[in-house]
């Protein structure tokens, strides 16, 4: 009876709270662009615009996450692979880090009440959709490379509006509870640039 009971509470801390995408059928044009964007398999090197800065984001996004990862080297190649993946869809790094705490609470095996996976909550009718049969989406850089991709796309078909992309991302399009929580997150808690630096020297 223990034991049982111990299944189901570990079983519910792995559950994402989150919501989901929901399925659309996409024009063939898209759907071959969204194939495209996820196959390409460039090292995942980020960009920066200085030695310093790198070493600046990365010791400062590294030390706000530290509590949610403790394993440094675990940490640093999330945080890397974050900002490559979010450069490559043309996404602010510090949105997506802010969507990755609301979404999964950055546990890389979340999965929600609706089959959502990982850190960026991708539902699997996404792997058939524009994927490969062969793509874990457990598995760190996928994960990251669908969500990005998927939010790009989001911001597209809505005109770089960030409210409603977001909502269709988590599958609550009109609400705002969502799109609130990721900009409060992303805007409080990742938030990057040179006067927050210059405020903590």
């Not at 510090?94 to 890389?108: D, P």
């Not at 996976?117 to 994927?131: E, K, N, S």
Request: charged residues 25%; proline residues 4%; contains cysteine.
């Amino acid at each position: 009876m223990r034991l049982a009971a111990l299944l189901l509470l570990t079983a519910w801390g792995l559950q994402a709270h989150a919501g989901a995408q929901k399925y659309e059928p996409l024009a063939a044009s898209v759907q071959a662009a969204l194939h495209a964007a996820i196959a390409d398999r460039a090292a995942p090197e980020p960009r920066f615009a200085s030695i310093e800065e790198k070493i600046d984001w990365l010791t400062e996004m590294s030390r706000r996450l530290e509590k949610r990862m403790p394993d440094r080297q675990a940490r640093l190649e999330f945080l890397k692979t974050v900002r490559y993946e979010a450069q490559r869809a043309g996404l602010d790094p510090q949105l997506v880090l802010g969507l990755i705490e609301v979404e999964s609470g950055f546990r890389k095996y979340a999965v929600s009440m609706a089959g959502a996976r990982g850190y960026m909550q991708v539902m699997p009718f996404w792997v058939d959709l524009i994927g490969e049969k062969s793509h874990n989406l457990f598995h760190l850089r996928t994960n990251l490379r669908y969500g990005c991709t998927i939010l790009r796309h989001y911001l597209d078909i809505e005109n770089g509006d960030l409210f409603r992309a977001l909502g269709r991302y988590n599958g609550s399009l009109g609400r705002p509870e969502y799109p609130n929580m990721v900009r409060a997150a992303w805007e409080k808690r990742w938030a990057w640039g040179p006067r927050i630096i210059q405020a903590r020297q």
